[in-house]
Structures are given as C-alpha cells and as structure tokens.
C-alpha cells in the first residue's frame, strides 16, 4: 500500500484538536492496516518521528430518512497517532488552531 492509500483524512473535532497541543493526531486509516504501517506512512508523508499509534475499529450507526427503514452508515477505521517529544509538530494542524 502507498502512504496516501492508508491515511485517508485527519478527524477534525474538538476533542482532536485539544490532543494535537501535545502532539496528539487522530486520522481515518484504511480498515486493513496495522499499527506498524499506519506508523511508516505518517513518518513518511508529514516527516515527523512517531512514537505510538493506537487504533479502533468505529462501527456504522443506525441512520433513517423519513418513513423508511433505515441503514447503517459505514465503519471505519480511527488511529490516534502520538509523536516523539523530539518531533516537529504536523503543520496541517497548527493552521486550525
């Protein structure tokens, strides 16, 4: 997998930003990838040092839309990527704050 196929888009929310002050990073990453690949692809395309990776599985939710039935949204895959004391900040995020 290419880098940019296993980090698919940063979580932009409240609670994410208040993480990124101490180099806290959440991503949506690609349902397949492990902790290790998730680690390279981020060293690789924002030139940081990362430190730990976690990761959760998010299960769709129950949605409906007027008298129907319902669905589920999709499930996704969420890593929260903390990067080394030494690392640069990821510049993405210092824009938003």
């Not at 949204?73 to 890593?79: E, F, G, M, V």
Request: hydrophobic share 45%.
């Amino acid at each position: 997998m290419i880098a940019h196929d296993i980090i698919i888009r940063p979580i932009i929310t409240e609670k994410s930003m208040a993480g990124a002050v101490n180099k806290v990073y959440t991503f949506e990453v690609a349902k397949t990838a492990n902790k290790i690949e998730i680690a390279k692809a981020c060293e690789e395309v924002f030139k940081v040092k990362v430190a730990k990776v976690n990761t959760l599985n998010v299960r769709g939710q129950f949605r409906r839309q007027g008298r129907n039935n319902g669905g589920y949204t999709r499930s996704w895959k969420k890593a929260i990527i903390t990067l080394a004391a030494n690392s640069k900040p990821i510049e993405f995020f210092e824009g938003m704050m």
